[in-house]
């Protein structure tokens, strides 16, 4: 569907590990014309870039450096998903000077007239966004979920493992102190546990649908 020129709309998908919130906003950029930020892959970035670099994180300089001139490059960068990366990803993720660094590039980000943005803080971050969706699974359905991913690339993980990280990155997230994940003030809560991918799409898109015919009218779709 493509919208009209006038049409402004920013999106917002926030969860825990494998509840939904990304394959959401790949469907709504998709579906909409939205540009897609993936939040993750910005401390995904930073912490790939500290690994290699064998920098540290108290290294604020050599943090300026490589959050001043993101492009969308370095986020397709498949080394971010490294086990390593991914584990150094939970720890820097919680400290708030490299949260407000990497904020910059993501409000700079928000200002396209069309945008989706995914994360753990998105609703929080941009408070005036157009639509904020909350998902939510339990830990065992985004287990499995999160479990066929990794068994494509690492054949030796378990579902047990796999289990385990996502509650400690969950634990994590919820009880840092610095913008912790959170449902936003006006979300629309999504529980996606029993529900199919079909049924998501279908209930997103009558939210974001809502919103864009009392904001522009019967007259947001473009001819």
């Not at 498949?78 to 150094?88: D, M, N």
């Not at 989706?116 to 499995?144: H, M, P, T």
Request: proline share 2%; charged share 30%; hydrophobic share 35%.
């Amino acid at each position: 569907m493509k919208l009209k020129s006038n049409v402004r709309l920013l999106v917002t998908c926030d969860s825990g590990a494998g509840a939904g919130k990304t394959t959401a906003a790949k469907y709504l950029s998709k579906r909409y014309g939205l540009n897609l930020l993936t939040s993750g892959l910005l401390y995904r970035m930073v912490a790939q870039k500290l690994l290699v670099s064998k920098k540290k994180v108290t290294d604020i300089t050599f943090l300026k450096k490589i959050t001043k001139n993101i492009s969308s490059k370095h986020l397709k960068n498949q080394k971010l998903y490294s086990p390593e990366v991914t584990e150094f990803t939970s720890k820097i993720a919680k400290i708030k000077k490299v949260r407000m660094l990497l904020r910059n590039y993501q409000k700079r980000f928000a200002r396209k007239r069309l945008a989706v943005c995914e994360g753990r803080d998105q609703g929080l971050l941009f408070k005036n966004a157009d639509v904020k969706l909350f998902f939510k699974c339990s830990l065992k359905i985004a287990a499995k979920r999160r479990f066929k991913e990794f068994r494509k690339t690492n054949k030796k993980i378990t579902l047990k493992e796999v289990e385990s990280a996502i509650k400690h990155r969950n634990y994590t997230d919820v009880t840092r102190a610095f913008m912790p994940l959170r449902i936003p003030p006006g979300a629309v809560i999504v529980s996606t546990s029993s529900i199919s991918k079909k049924e998501m799409f279908r209930r997103i898109s009558r939210i974001v649908e809502k919103k864009l015919l009392l904001k522009y009218g019967r007259n947001y779709k473009a001819r």
